[in-house]
């Protein structure tokens, strides 16, 4: 597809798809995609969970160039569920322990005299406690495996959709930067999003 040069006058020293106040506007061209899955220099518009995860971890710790809509939010698919696997071993493991010792709580009078001993947890307290480290130790392993890559697409996500990437930073605002970098990661591609490609990549026009 062809996009029709501005009209000429002085019109024509204004930015590319902009006219004068009250004359029509003509199209801007797309952003530039990648029309390869296998090609990491440019992002891929309307990427597959398989194709988005395969880039996401290719990029490890590429802060530069963009990520499109659909590569960011299946890489954030992704990590949740790594992360949900240790958070449900810590949660189910936590909950187990409430539970025992609330019921150690109500039997401690009635064995306390038996001979039974209180500072054995038994069988399943054992289990309960190797449950809670295995947890605590996969969160970890995924928290610093992930933390790179997922910081790297989000400040390519943010580049596609024409803002700098210390915008991410934004989170550390409280209450509302969260907020704001969300809404910005929700933004469309936009064509002045280009100018965060690599030089090799504008000058080869692709």
């Given at each position: 597809?062809?996009?029709p040069?501005?009209?000429?006058?002085?019109?024509?020293?204004?930015?590319?798809?902009?006219?004068?106040?009250?004359q029509?506007?003509?199209?801007?061209?797309?952003?530039?995609g990648?029309?390869?899955?296998?090609?990491?220099?440019?992002?891929?518009?309307?990427?597959?969970?398989?194709?988005?995860?395969?880039?996401?971890?290719?990029?490890?710790?590429?802060?530069?160039?963009?990520?499109?809509?659909s590569?960011?939010?299946?890489?954030?698919?992704?990590?949740?569920?790594?992360?949900?696997?240790?958070?449900?071993?810590?949660?189910?493991g936590?909950?187990?322990?409430?539970?025992?010792?609330?019921?150690?709580?109500?039997?401690?009078?009635?064995?306390?005299?038996?001979?039974y001993?209180?500072?054995?947890?038994?069988p399943?307290?054992?289990?309960?406690?190797?449950?809670?480290?295995?947890?605590?130790?996969?969160?970890?392993?995924?928290?610093?495996?992930?933390?790179?890559?997922?910081?790297?697409?989000?400040?390519?996500?943010?580049?596609?959709?024409?803002f700098?990437?210390?915008?991410?930073?934004?989170?550390?605002?409280?209450?509302?930067?969260s907020?704001?970098?969300?809404?910005?990661?929700?933004?469309?591609?936009k064509?002045?999003?280009?100018?965060?490609?690599?030089?090799?990549?504008?000058?080869?026009?692709?």
């Amino acid at each position: 597809m062809t996009y029709p040069p501005n009209p000429p006058g002085p019109q024509s020293q204004l930015p590319y798809g902009q006219a004068p106040y009250g004359q029509p506007q003509w199209a801007a061209p797309p952003p530039r995609g990648a029309s390869s899955p296998d090609d990491l220099t440019l992002p891929l518009y309307g990427a597959t969970f398989r194709q988005a995860t395969k880039r996401f971890f290719k990029q490890y710790a590429n802060f530069s160039g963009r990520a499109s809509l659909s590569e960011y939010w299946w890489s954030a698919l992704l990590t949740t569920l790594l992360m949900l696997i240790p958070t449900l071993l810590i949660t189910i493991g936590a909950i187990m322990t409430a539970v025992s010792a609330a019921t150690a709580a109500a039997q401690e009078q009635g064995l306390s005299g038996s001979g039974y001993d209180l500072a054995d947890p038994g069988p399943m307290g054992f289990g309960v406690r190797v449950l809670l480290i295995v947890g605590v130790v996969l969160l970890l392993v995924a928290w610093v495996a992930l933390i790179v890559p997922s910081l790297a697409i989000a400040w390519r996500r943010l580049h596609d959709a024409g803002f700098p990437g210390p915008y991410y930073f934004l989170t550390l605002v409280p209450s509302v930067g969260s907020i704001i970098v969300l809404v910005l990661m929700l933004l469309p591609s936009k064509p002045e999003g280009q100018r965060f490609d690599r030089p090799s990549q504008v000058s080869s026009g692709r």
